[in-house]
């Protein structure tokens, strides 16, 4: 079982369910920011179970990154607690806070990085994979269930990266490949951001970024929820999460598969 150590951890939320204006002011400069205590350690807890027994119930169907992590994607569909999680009315509306315009939910995903995993998953941005067009920045939550210090497999971020766009995807598993599209990149600042159970990095979908070995007897668990623009319109190219649904390039990605309960 995993144990957290979060009975008295602070919180960046504010009672009226917004983040303080530094929060979003540094969002906005750096391309990511870390918020204290979005979950309350009995949340953190009771979504870990919850995340531990569906990755338990559906482990074959997780995508292996050739061993750098286990994906399950939108999970919100198929768990009730989960489902809370992914849809919580104030996660998403401190995400429109930062972003400054309205968002829908683009799917989520729960990330595990295996114990004593030695694999780094390389600096990379989100935003090149997906197929989205006529999008202002999108942002993801991403959320630790478990306490995840350096050795565990944090995140480390480029700062100031989040104006980096039109890259091509790059290659997870390749050290240089972010550097090798563009070069300047080797020289810009690196901040690693350990988090405790139920903190929260919000990063752009440009953000350069890499996620750690892990180290532990303990498995990473990270719940992730990625939000876009609400204006997003699909681009007609393969992803995961847009080919069941039988889209025409240019259609506008909205309705129940793409909600936005905290409006």
Known sequence: MATNTTEHAPSDVRADGTVPQELVTAYREHGFVRVRGVLTPGQAERFRAAAEAFLEAHRAESLERGGVFSQLVNVWQRDPALRELTLDRRLGRIAEQLAGFPLRLWHDQLLVKEPHNNAATEFHQDRPYWPHTGDRL??????????????????????????????????LHHEDDLFEVDPSLRWAPRVTVPLRAGDCTFHSGYTGHMALPNRTGQARLAHVTIYMDEATRYSGAGHVVTDPLGLAAGERLDGDTFPRPWA
């Open 138 to 171: 999108p942002l993801s939550a991403w959320i630790a269930l478990v306490d995840v210090p350096p050795e565990r497999g944090c995140m480390t971020f480029l700062p100031g990266t989040q104006d980096r766009t039109g890259l091509r995807p790059q290659d």
